[in-house]
């Protein structure tokens, strides 16, 4: 009786349950078109049991509509094949397939693709995606029109259940949006005008799909910014767009991601409440006849389940949950809800793609690699013994692929809790969230049965007496003291995070690394009540972070007081009297300054921890070495080296050198899953 699996028929169409993924871009095309890899990691959520997909976040239909942040193109017929392909994949797994098209209006970049000159309905730039739009003739508008329908039609040759007409934001919804359209045509002006295009859009893709083809709009509900669309003007929208009897159903979302804040709360990360538009979706549902999805940080199925059950909705998106888990609904039907692998908003996924990067999923190495790694981890054909060195994500990742693959597994953890870097991490209120991967993965290894001994400082022989098939060396990474003289007096983040030092007064933060390290440590000191300014040879301030978290953390150390300082590097810190006197250097010119502070903080990344590693080497099969094309390729990459060996060897995450979450989770399922 849960909600969320009761079935729906949107018309004709039956869907088996109440869950969608809407329409994303995981920058995961090639040349335009969805293959293989786009293919294989929509068929993955049709597998798990969703009810539809919608590919195609953003697909671009004209030239001067580039696809810079790789989105699909379906602007000529060659994306056709790919289309059928990808819909006879989803459609055999029982799952219903979407398409949303659109053109991006100024909502892209001029100086790619053709370099042609973006266009809009008035020459407003956006902060977000900088290029000055052209504005529309009568004779653009005409074209556009034309360009939907051609698109709408390869939509259809290529086997779609149904297409989204995307305005939000894009050219449609800036034609919309008072914000925007300052045009004194028949396009500007009154509500009924800025509909226009929207209208002859619909209707002419209509008369093009013929009246068995699903459409429906993504639209906005309230772009709640001072001169934008209202509540109030989004339920008029929505009314007359339905009172058409053209569209079959509204995707409604809130916001203005015009900035990189406005881009926040539309794809919230960690740090920004979640699913906080849900009333605004049902305040549309209650004022139109035709039904209503929603997606906006609906990561958990408590909220889903509430959306559904009160009627804010008829079809709930959970389009981030499906990246950090496609088998989410088949683990609801069979009764393992526990055992879903939470989103927690890392952002990983939309922060690389507006970074022209491909999307992953924090801590799920799987997604977007559903061509060489497995999210159902096969069982081994032969039993054998595993020892974990380290019970931090990457320790605790390789212990859970290895249990399921059937394995004995002992991990050893010196600390007296598991999570690692995790327990830092979720220091403080900005990233609190991210303890939730610590939580999954430490349920996930006790319900396989790993043995985990905690309180235990490893050594080799206390691993060669186990008598391992396999060692898999976890073991981190440690900060350094800054080789700078009286390095030796300032600490380092962790110091602060874990409560070894706990700083008052001035404090100094130095941040070489521009990451989240250094945000989460100056948000604790800001909380605590230390005056903080944070310094950055780089050019901005956390300038390896994509648009929403940067955007979110810099909001919350700004409200904090917290001071920002770039192009400075620590050059030398001296002790006076008690406090301290630190030199800092600008990187171009050269120049010093000097600050008196009560104390220097040092955010400058990890040296690996790998004295057990070479402790073990010589005495494994394949001298700790791994196959790399072996290893991308997702085959077995251990290559015999020593053969009188008993045991293989590996080391992961930062044990190797400094780097994040997702890249100890990929060592690991990539090291793992044919042990």
Not at 218 to 242: I, P, S
Request: hydrophobic share 45%.
């Amino acid at each position: 009786m849960d909600p969320l699996l009761q079935p729906f028929s949107l018309r004709h169409l039956h869907l088996r349950n109440r869950i969608i993924s809407t329409a994303h871009a995981p920058s995961f095309v090639e040349e335009g078109h969805p293959r293989d890899r786009y293919r294989l990691y929509h068929e993955e959520k049709a597998w798990g049991g969703i009810a539809m997909t919608m590919v195609g976040g953003s697909t671009n239909i004209a030239p001067d509509s580039p696809s810079v942040f790789g989105q699909l193109y379906a602007g000529d017929d060659s994306i056709i094949p790919w289309f059928q392909k990808l819909t006879s994949g989803v459609k055999s797994h029982g799952a219903a397939v979407m398409c949303q098209i659109t053109h991006m209006g100024r909502r892209t970049a001029w100086d790619d693709g053709h370099w042609m000159p973006v266009i809009g309905a008035s020459g407003r730039r956006e902060r977000a995606h900088r290029s000055f739009p052209k504005v529309m003739e009568p004779e653009d508008i005409e074209r556009v029109i034309g360009d939907f329908v051609a698109a709408a039609r390869r939509c259809q040759e290529g086997g779609f259940d149904g297409i989204e007409i995307l305005s939000h934001s894009h050219l449609l919804g800036q034609f919309l949006s008072p914000l925007i359209n300052d045009r004194t045509d028949a396009y500007g002006g009154p509500l009924e005008n800025r509909l226009r295009l929207t209208f002859q859009v619909i209707e002419a893709v209509r008369r093009a799909v013929g009246p068995e083809m699903i459409l429906g709009m993504r639209m906005t509900g309230d772009e709640l910014t001072t001169g934008g669309l209202t509540a109030a003007d989004c339920v008029a929208a929505a009314q007359a767009v339905a009172a058409t009897r053209q569209v079959d159903f509204l995707n409604v979302l809130a916001g203005a991601p015009y900035d990189d804040l406005g881009l926040t709360s539309w794809v919230p990360p960690m740090g920004i409440p979640a699913a906080a538009h849900l009333s605004i979706a049902g305040q549309i549902r209650r004022s139109v006849c035709v039904p209503v999805f929603h997606a906006g940080g609906i990561a958990d199925l408590a909220t889903a389940r509430h959306a559904i059950a009160d009627g804010l909705v008829d079809l709930v998106g959970m389009t981030r949950a499906h990246m950090a888990d496609p088998h989410l609904v088949a683990k609801l039907q069979r009764g393992d809800e526990a055992r879903i692998r939470p989103c927690v908003g890392l952002g990983y996924c939309v922060d690389r793609v507006n970074q022209g990067k491909a999307a992953v999923c924090g801590h799920n190495a799987a997604t977007g690699r559903e061509q060489v790694l497995p999210h159902v981890i096969p069982k081994a054909a032969k039993r054998r013994k595993v020892v974990v060195i380290g019970g931090g994500p990457g320790g605790l990742s390789a212990a859970r692929v290895c249990a399921e693959r059937g394995h004995q597994v002992v991990l050893f953890e010196a600390a007296d809790r598991l999570g690692g870097q995790l327990v830092l991490a979720a220091k403080g209120g900005l990233r609190r969230q991210i303890w939730g991967i610590a939580d999954w993965l430490i349920a996930e290894v006790t319900l396989l049965g790993v043995d985990l001994r905690l309180n235990s400082y490893a050594e080799a022989g206390d691993i060669l007496a186990e008598a391992p098939d396999a060692v898999i060396v976890a073991t981190g990474g440690w900060p350094e003291p800054p080789q700078i003289p009286g390095g030796a007096l300032a600490v380092s983040s962790w110091d602060v995070l874990s409560g070894a030092v706990r700083p008052k007064g001035q404090v100094l933060l130095i941040d070489e690394i521009g990451d989240q390290p250094a945000a989460v440590t100056a948000d604790m000191l800001a909380e605590s009540g230390c005056a903080v300014e944070m310094v950055t040879p780089d050019r901005t301030a956390l300038q390896e972070l994509g648009p929403t978290t940067s955007a979110v953390a810099l909001r919350r150390l700004a409200q904090a007081g917290v001071g920002l300082t770039c192009s400075q590097e620590l050059a030398e810190v001296s002790a006076e009297g008690n406090r301290l006197r630190a030199t800092l250097r600008h990187v171009l010119t050269g120049q010093t300054r000097q600050r008196l502070v009560d104390h220097v903080v040092v955010e400058q990344g990890l040296v690996p921890n790998d004295a057990l590693y070479h402790a073990l080497k010589p005495g494994s099969v394949n001298l700790g070495q791994l196959d790399q094309p072996a290893l991308i390729a997702g085959q077995p990459p251990f290559a015999q080296r020593n053969p009188a060996a008993t045991y293989v060897l590996a080391r992961i995450g930062d044990a190797v050198a400094g780097r994040n979450i997702h890249a100890a989770v990929l060592d690991a399922l990539r090291i793992c899953k044919d042990l």
